[in-house]
């Protein structure tokens, strides 16, 4: 059973930081190229970073560029996103995404909320 479990997201002061997490089981992680989307409140998905398999490659949306950084552990079937300098914008909900072929799935989601 194919499963992503994100977890790290919370309630935090802009300007602050939080790592999230995706925990993948059920395929070959190290196949897959792993990306997160956000979800703000009347706004479709967007992407934010996506890193291809063995960490060869990354990209960023232009809006978190310099701000977050994503990194994935095949030994721990785990990849993370770093956020720094969070803002007020960067609310939404974070989803993991594990894509390859014609093979798509996706976690439940992790609200980030970034309020003073």
């Known amino acids: 059973q194919v499963q992503l479990v994100e977890s790290g997201g919370g309630l935090v002061q802009p300007g602050g930081s939080l790592r999230l997490s995706c925990a993948a089981s059920?395929?070959?992680?190290?196949?897959?190229?792993m990306r997160w989307y956000r979800q703000a409140p009347g706004k479709e998905r967007e992407l934010v970073a996506a890193?291809?398999?063995?960490?060869?490659?990354?990209n960023y949306a232009d809006s978190v560029k310099g701000r977050f950084t994503i990194s994935r552990d095949d030994n721990k079937n785990t990849v993370y996103l770093q956020m720094n300098s969070l803002k007020p914008e960067d609310t939404a909900v974070y989803y993991c995404?594990?894509?390859?072929?014609?093979?798509?799935?996706w976690g439940q989601g992790t609200q980030v909320t970034v309020s003073s």
């Open positions: 059920g395929f070959i992680f190290s196949m897959y190229v």
């Open positions: 890193i291809t398999p063995a960490g060869g490659s990354t």
């Open positions: 995404n594990a894509d390859r072929l014609w093979n798509h799935y």
